[in-house]
């Protein structure tokens, strides 16, 4: 038994895998169109998006923010969390369907339908944590969130295409074979929706609390309120432009610099791993005091050609050759997550240029297969079109923001080096 065979068997008695017995995955849909299969839309399209929602989420946890102040409830958060509870509910429902099928004579529900709403349910319980975590720790906009709610509204889309077309192509005319699913699936793709466009507004922030670290003669930075698609497009920016371009900018139209940008924000880190790689060479400056001691050379002629050594010496109980404390490994420690966090920006984006020539190369092979009369696949010439436009915006859009998300780890590293150096670590 092959994959595709064992796949197909996952999926009976609901339909095959791909969309036909008699189908491999050479051809991407069933009799020339872009049909799929309901299984298919229910477990390689939903269990993708939810694996990597986990990823995503296992990501900004590991590169998690400087923290904001918390963002209390509001209409926007409470929302949110009902809505993601509504569509937990109907994942139930389909389960506890599931289970009552197969406990009936007449019942064979596919071992699919076990796996999907259970997947789904653990999805809608991490987004609930996820949401209020990012509510703790002052997050306007999720970019995890949005892009979760996007890619299930997109799979909503198609199945209910596919739903559709299944209830008018039946032989006892327009009709839903399965009632119940059909219901809980209306239900659940009307809380994504809502979900989605709800991505689009930013938490409800308090004017007071978003003014702590605020200079009190300037603007607060018009990032920190910005959605993910304005960060990403630097929409938020576009007023001052604006404003630049109308008049001449003075010194009030100046918004403060975002707080993670500020050195309150970045020295603490960088010193506190400063520190510990200090402890870990064996410098114990608060010991020694060596800051406060004022160091006078040593006349060896009137040490008797005696050798003097240093404090730092003494207290190592020798002259042994003291062990360097590493910089680079302390900026690694600091600033090395950031770092790599848009260095992954730029791996897909070295990808995607890949990617763009074999989608042409595909596109050329289906415009001369067309015109030759040997395809009717009139869907794919589109599919191609789109994807080729698709591939150049995204690769724009991540050459850019790798590039801000670099030049910034660059600034931050700067500003931790000059508070070293000068001993401005920030306000006590």
């Known amino acids: 038994?092959?994959?595709?065979?064992?796949?197909?068997?996952?999926?009976?008695?609901?339909?095959?895998?791909?969309?036909?017995?008699?189908?491999?995955?050479?051809?991407?849909?069933?009799?020339?169109?872009?049909?799929?299969?309901?299984?298919?839309?229910?477990?390689?399209?939903?269990?993708?998006?939810?694996?990597?929602?986990?990823?995503?989420?296992?990501?900004?946890?590991?590169?998690?923010?400087?923290?904001?102040?918390?963002?209390?409830?509001?209409?926007?958060?409470?929302?949110?969390?009902?809505?993601?509870?509504?569509?937990?509910?109907?994942?139930?429902?389909?389960?506890?369907?599931?289970?009552?099928?197969?406990?009936?004579?007449?019942?064979?529900?596919?071992?699919?339908?076990?796996?999907?709403?259970?997947?789904?349910?653990?999805?809608?319980?991490?987004?609930?944590?996820?949401?209020?975590?990012?509510?703790?720790?002052?997050?306007?906009?999720?970019?995890?969130?949005?892009?979760?709610?996007?890619?299930?509204?997109?799979y909503g889309a198609i199945k209910l295409r596919t739903l559709l077309l299944t209830a008018k192509n039946n032989e006892d005319g327009f009709k839903f074979e399965d009632v119940f699913r059909f219901s809980t699936f209306c239900v659940q793709y009307a809380a994504i929706l809502v979900q989605f466009l709800l991505a689009f507004l930013p938490e409800p922030h308090i004017t007071g609390h978003y003014r702590l670290g605020v200079e009190p003669d300037r603007k607060p930075c018009p990032e920190e309120t910005a959605t993910f698609l304005s960060r990403i497009t630097w929409w938020w920016i576009s007023g001052f432009i604006w404003r630049g371009w109308r008049q001449p900018l003075e010194y009030s139209d100046l918004t403060d610099l975002n707080q993670y940008d500020k050195s309150r924000v970045i020295v603490p880190e960088f010193q506190h791993n400063w520190d510990k790689e200090i402890k870990k060479a064996g410098i114990t400056f608060d010991r020694l005091r060596v800051h406060e001691q004022e160091y006078q050379p040593v006349n060896l002629s009137e040490t008797h050609g005696v050798q003097m050594l240093t404090p730092v010496e003494r207290a190592r109980g020798g002259s042994q050759q003291p062990k360097e404390p590493s910089l680079f490994w302390v900026l690694v420690k600091s600033f090395g997550v950031s770092f790599m966090g848009a260095a992954v920006f730029r791996v897909v984006q070295i990808l995607l240029t890949f990617a763009s020539p074999q989608?042409?190369?595909?596109?050329?092979?289906?415009?001369?297969?067309?015109?030759?009369?040997?395809?009717?696949?009139?869907?794919?010439?589109?599919?191609?079109?789109?994807?080729?436009?698709?591939?150049?915006?995204?690769?724009?859009?991540?050459?850019?923001?790798?590039?801000?998300?670099?030049?910034?780890?660059?600034?931050?590293?700067?500003?931790?080096?000059?508070?070293?150096?000068?001993?401005?670590?920030?306000?006590?």
């Open 359 to 428: 989608i042409l190369k595909l596109m050329i092979q289906y415009t001369e297969s067309h015109v030759e009369g040997e395809t009717n696949d009139d869907w794919k010439g589109y599919f191609y079109a789109v994807l080729i436009f698709l591939t150049a915006v995204f690769q724009s859009i991540l050459l850019h923001v790798y590039f801000h998300r670099v030049f910034r780890v660059g600034m931050h590293i700067r500003a931790a080096i000059i508070a070293a150096v000068y001993k401005k670590v920030g306000p006590n």
């Open 1 to 154: 038994m092959g994959a595709l065979d064992k796949l197909d068997a996952f999926c009976r008695p609901v339909s095959d895998f791909w969309c036909g017995s008699n189908n491999s995955l050479a051809e991407f849909g069933c009799n020339h169109d872009v049909d799929l299969s309901l299984c298919f839309e229910d477990t390689a399209v939903l269990y993708g998006i939810c694996a990597l929602f986990w990823l995503m989420v296992a990501m900004e946890l590991i590169c998690s923010p400087y923290p904001r102040p918390r963002i209390r409830h509001n209409w926007l958060n409470i929302t949110r969390m009902l809505l993601t509870v509504v569509v937990m509910a109907t994942a139930v429902c389909d389960l506890g369907y599931t289970i009552h099928q197969g406990t009936q004579a007449h019942g064979h529900p596919a071992d699919f339908q076990y796996l999907s709403p259970i997947i789904l349910i653990f999805s809608m319980v991490l987004a609930a944590v996820f949401i209020q975590r990012n509510r703790r720790e002052g997050v306007v906009s999720s970019a995890v969130i949005f892009l979760f709610w996007t890619a299930l509204a997109l």
